[in-house]
């Protein structure tokens, strides 16, 4: 199956920082998320992105598909953004697959 | 619109036993999907229910089965439970806008098997 790798897995860092968390996918996929699992479980979807750029306040991804890859950046941190950031693909077309998560990105924003 | 709902939100069962877990969509959202999430394994998908047919099934034990109503409302039942089938259960519902699929997940389903 396809392969997702996070990087780095553990990043730690003072409130107001910016991050670039990455994502590289084995093979082409016509559907990308990111998401953030708060500390009590919740998966929060926040960038549907099989390629492109987007941007939502703070938070912006870009993928870039025919290199496999994608990059969430978040500026300016806040200790509400710790959690573990998880990178999802799925490569089929309607739902003949469903999402590969990757290891994750464990975020801890330190006030 | 109400979000997508677990329940139980917590569970602890003894080896051997069995378990349903509980998943309601979001309103109007056909397909329903669940995950398994383990600190070793991380987060897998276990099956994809649409119209109350399983379209698609991950690489886990035939004692995990789920199944969907008129409704869209989903369980998942687990039998003969093994200590390795303590994890966080997640159910996403999903639609779709064109081409584009987004998964929105409950808050899950924390099992441990004692």
């Known amino acids: 199956g396809i392969q997702v790798e996070q990087s780095p897995p553990d990043l730690i860092l003072q409130e107001g920082a910016n991050s670039t968390l990455r994502c590289n996918f084995s093979d082409s996929v016509n559907n990308l998320q990111w998401f953030h699992q708060n500390p009590w479980g919740q998966l929060i979807n926040l960038f549907y992105?099989?390629?492109g750029t987007k941007q939502n306040g703070r938070l912006s991804a870009t993928t870039v598909a025919t290199e496999r890859y994608s990059l969430l950046y978040i500026s300016s941190s806040q200790t509400t953004d710790s959690g573990v950031y998880f990178c999802a693909v799925e490569r089929g077309h309607f739902g003949n697959e469903k999402l590969t998560f990757g290891t994750g990105t464990r975020l801890t924003i330190i006030p | 619109k109400a979000g997508v709902t677990q329940t139980p939100r917590y569970l602890i069962k003894t080896r051997g036993q069995q378990v349903t877990l509980s998943c309601s969509p979001i309103?109007?959202?056909?397909?329903v999907s669940w995950y398994q999430q383990t600190p070793g394994q991380g987060l897998q998908f276990l099956f994809e229910?649409?119209?109350?047919?399983?379209?698609n099934k991950g690489n886990f034990p035939g004692r995990f089965s789920g199944r969907q109503f008129s409704n869209s409302r989903s369980e998942m039942n687990v039998s003969t439970l093994e200590l390795g089938d303590s994890a966080l259960y997640l159910c996403a519902s999903s639609a779709w806008s064109g081409s584009k699929e987004t998964q929105y997940f409950g808050p899950g389903t924390r099992l441990l098997v004692l």
């Open positions: 992105i099989p390629s």
């Open positions: 229910y649409f119209s109350e047919t399983q379209r």
């Open positions: 309103s109007g959202h056909r397909s």
